[in-house]
C-alpha cells in the first residue's frame, strides 16, 4: 500500500507534532506504533485543511458529530453572542436561558412524555446517567430485585465503566471485565440490503429475549440499544419492525428501555431521531455528537415524566446523586439552539434525503464489486464490509485509512467496515469525489499498490 502521508514539512507542523509528543496521550491510539499525527490548522464545511492547507474531506464527520457543517457562520454567531453574555455557572441550584430552552426544544422533538432533560458532557455520560436512572428508580420503587441489565452483541456505548460494561459485547473492554456491572448480552440481528436471512436472525434475537424473560425477567431493570444502528460495532443495522417488538415486549415485562442516539441522533438515519421509523418511545434517551452539532461538549439522558416522578419525595435520598462542573453549559447550550434552527433554516432533511439517494446509487457498485460484502445505506450512512478485512485497528484497516488520508479523505475503516458518514452539507461535487476516491482506496488494496 502507498503510504505517503499529509505533507507536515513546514517548521511550524514540525514543532507542533514534536511538542504533542512530548506531552499529549492521544484517544484510542498506540503511541509505541501509531504514525505521527495529522495537524489539522482549519475546517470549513465539509472539509479539514492541514498545516500546508491540503484538503481532507471529513467523511465520517469527525467522529459522527458535525452535521451542519465546520465553522457554520449562525454556530460561530450564536457562540460569540453567548461567550459575550454568560459563559458558566455551575447548574446545581442556578439556572439560565440556554439550558432551558434547550430542554423545552427537545422535550417538544421527542415524542410523548419523554420531558425532564438531565444534561452532561458527551455520550458516555449520557449513558452512564442513563443507566443510574434505571437501577435508583427501581431502589426508589422498592423493588431492589430488578439490578441487571440487557444490552446487544456488537453494541458500544462509550468508555466509562457503566458505558463500557454494556457495551462488554463489542470485544473492546478486555482490559476491564472485572470492573464492570452485571450484564446479559442479547444476539444483534445484524442486517443490509438484500439479507435473506434477516426474518430468521430477527426471531433469533428475539426468541433469546423471550427465554430470559422467562427465566429471570424479574430481575432485569433496564435494556439498552442503539436504535436501527450500532455505530462502533460496525454499522450493524436492524430494522423498525425488530425494534418494535424489541421494545413493545420489553416494556410489558416491566422493563425500562434506553434508547441510546448519540450515534443515530439528530438526522443520521434520516429522521431526527431513529426512534420516529419504528414509532415506539422508549423510557430514557441519550443523545450527544450532532446534539451541537460537532462543535461542543454536551449530551442530555432525557426521561419520561413516570421515571421522573419516581425521584421525587422528601428526602435527598431518593434523588439522584449526580452531576458535572460542566452540566448545561450555556455555550454549549446555545450552540444546540443554534443547530436545531437550522435543520429548518437550510430544510436539512431534504439534504439527508439527497444524500441518502446518492449513497443508494452507489449499492449497485458495491455489490458488484467481490472484495465487498453487505452493502447498506441508512439515512446518510453508507457501509460494507471489505472481505478480509480484519479486526479492528487490523493492518489492512490501517492501511487503508492511511491510504484514504493521504489521497484526502477522512475514511477510517472499523476493522472490515468502511463507511462513510459526510455532514449534511457535503456537495455534489464533494460527494462524487468521496465515492471515486472509496472506490480507488478498495482497487489499490487489491492490488497491493
Ligand atoms: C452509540 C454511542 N453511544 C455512546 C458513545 C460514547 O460517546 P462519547 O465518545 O461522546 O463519550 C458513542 C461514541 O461513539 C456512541 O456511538
Aim: aromatic residues 8%; negative net charge.
Amino acid at each position: 500500500m502507498n503510504d505517503k502521508r499529509t505533507d507536515q514539512t513546514s517548521p511550524a507542523a514540525r514543532d507542533l507534532i514534536a511538542r504533542d509528543r512530548r506531552h499529549v496521550w492521544h484517544p484510542f491510539t498506540q503511541h509505541g506504533t501509531e504514525a505521527e499525527p495529522t495537524v489539522i490548522a482549519r475546517a470549513k464545511g465539509a472539509s479539514l485543511f492541514d498545516a500546508q492547507g491540503r484538503e481532507i474531506l471529513d467523511l465520517i464527520s469527525s467522529w459522527w458529530t458535525c452535521t451542519h457543517g465546520h465553522a457554520h457562520p449562525k454556530i460561530n454567531a450564536a457562540l460569540a453572542r453567548q461567550a459575550e453574555r454568560l459563559d458558566h455557572v455551575m447548574f446545581a441550584g442556578f439556572t439560565h436561558e440556554p439550558a432551558v430552552s434547550l430542554a423545552e426544544r427537545l422535550a417538544a422533538l421527542l415524542p410523548a412524555d419523554l420531558n425532564r432533560v438531565f444534561f452532561s458532557d458527551d455520550g458516555s455520560t449520557a449513558v452512564e446517567v442513563a443507566i443510574k436512572i434505571a437501577y435508583q428508580s427501581w431502589i426508589n420503587r422498592g423493588e431492589p430485585r430488578r439490578r441487571m441489565l440487557l444490552a446487544f452483541d456488537g453494541g458500544y456505548h462509550g468508555d466509562t465503566l457503566g458505558a463500557m460494561s454494556v457495551g462488554r459485547g463489542s470485544q473492546m473492554f478486555g482490559a476491564f471485565r472485572d470492573l464492570m456491572c452485571k450484564v446479559c448480552v442479547l444476539p444483534y440481528p445484524a442486517t443490509f440490503d438484500g439479507d435473506d436471512a434477516a426474518d430468521e436472525r430477527e426471531a433469533g434475537a428475539l426468541s433469546a429475549f423471550d427465554a430470559l424473560l422467562t427465566e429471570r425477567g424479574q430481575t432485569i431493570a433496564a435494556l439498552i440499544i442503539e436504535p436501527l444502528m450500532q455505530g462502533a460495532g460496525g454499522m450493524r443495522f436492524c430494522r423498525p419492525r425488530f425494534l418494535k417488538r424489541l421494545v413493545e415486549t420489553a416494556q410489558k415485562a416491566g422493563i425500562i428501555v434506553i434508547f441510546d442516539e448519540v450515534a443515530t441522533g439528530f438526522g443520521r438515519t434520516g429522521t431526527l431521531f431513529a426512534l420516529e421509523q419504528a414509532g415506539v418511545v422508549p423510557d430514557l434517551i441519550c443523545l450527544s455528537k450532532g446534539l451541537t452539532a460537532g462543535y461542543m461538549p454536551l449530551s442530555a439522558t432525557v426521561a419520561r415524566d413516570a421515571i421522573f416522578d419516581m425521584f421525587l419525595g422528601d428526602s435527598f435520598e431518593r434523588a439522584l446523586p449526580h452531576g458535572h462542573s460542566f452540566t448545561a453549559n450555556p455555550l454549549s447550550c446555545a450552540v444546540a439552539l443554534a443547530s436545531l434552527d437550522l435543520f429548518d433554516e437550510e430544510r436539512t432533511f431534504d439534504r439527508i434525503a439527497h444524500i441518502h439517494a446518492r449513497h443508494r446509487d452507489m449499492l449497485g457498485v458495491l455489490a458488484a464489486r467481490t472484495d465487498v460484502t453487505k452493502p447498506r445505506v441508512l439515512g446518510s450512512v453508507l457501509a460494507f464490509e471489505v472481505k478480509e478485512g480484519g479486526q479492528y485497528q487490523s493492518e489492512q484497516s490501517r492501511a487503508l485509512r492511511d491510504w484514504y488520508l493521504a489521497h484526502g479523505l477522512n475514511i477510517r475503516p472499523m476493522g472490515a467496515t468502511v463507511y462513510l458518514m459526510p455532514p449534511y452539507c457535503i456537495t455534489d461535487e464533494e460527494l462524487a469525489r468521496a465515492y471515486a476516491g472509496m472506490i480507488d482506496g478498495l482497487d489499490a488494496l487489491a492490488s497491493g499498490a
